[in-house]
């Protein structure tokens, strides 16, 4: 739906009651304002933010500073000069796969001419007229990988988000 979204705790999206969340494929956009102790900071350790679990990949920012993306375990990425004592914010981009869009949009009509296998017949017009599904489908594909009862794929942030010191 475009609306924001709080969740009190990290939660895998395709868990989620909502169809717009369960079924969502994209970008979600978690912050976060850390309190890191001064001591933590002494002797200047190596500071790393261990984001646990994600599905499937995250770029990673705080106070403002772009340290990077993770897309494999661990997913983990130094902090560097970027987080200080005190107050610090935490952003993360995490983005998820395909499938679960494809499975959602199996549940609507179909929006274009198919054979039993799923593969696609012909172009449908409203694609060659560069419009919208009729049907209100996001995604398109010449073959049907999915269907409405395949299993979604976890997503989201699912932690736990931890602050590791290495010494």
Do not use: C
């Not at 979600?28 to 890191?36: L, Q, V």
Request: charged share 25%; aromatic share 10%.
């Amino acid at each position: 739906s475009g609306e924001p979204v709080t969740f009190d705790e990290l939660a895998d999206w395709s868990l989620r009651s909502e169809e717009s969340i369960r079924y969502y494929s994209g970008t979600a956009t978690y912050a976060k304002t850390i309190e890191i102790p001064e001591a933590v900071f002494k002797d200047r350790p190596p500071l790393f933010i261990d984001l646990g679990r994600v599905e499937a990949m995250a770029s990673v920012s705080m106070n403002g500073n772009e340290l990077g993306i993770v897309w494999k375990r661990p997913f983990r990425i130094a902090l560097g000069d970027a987080a200080r004592p005190g107050k610090n914010t935490l952003l993360l981009r995490v983005v998820n796969l395909w499938p679960n869009r494809m499975i959602g949009d199996e549940r609507l009509p179909s929006d274009s001419e198919r054979d039993e296998y799923g593969t696609l017949k012909l172009w449908p017009q409203w694609l060659l007229e560069n419009g919208k599904s009729p049907t209100g489908r996001v995604t398109f594909a010449t073959w049907r990988h999915w269907t409405a009862d395949s299993p979604l794929m976890p997503s989201g942030l699912l932690g736990p988000v931890t602050l590791v010191r290495e010494e």
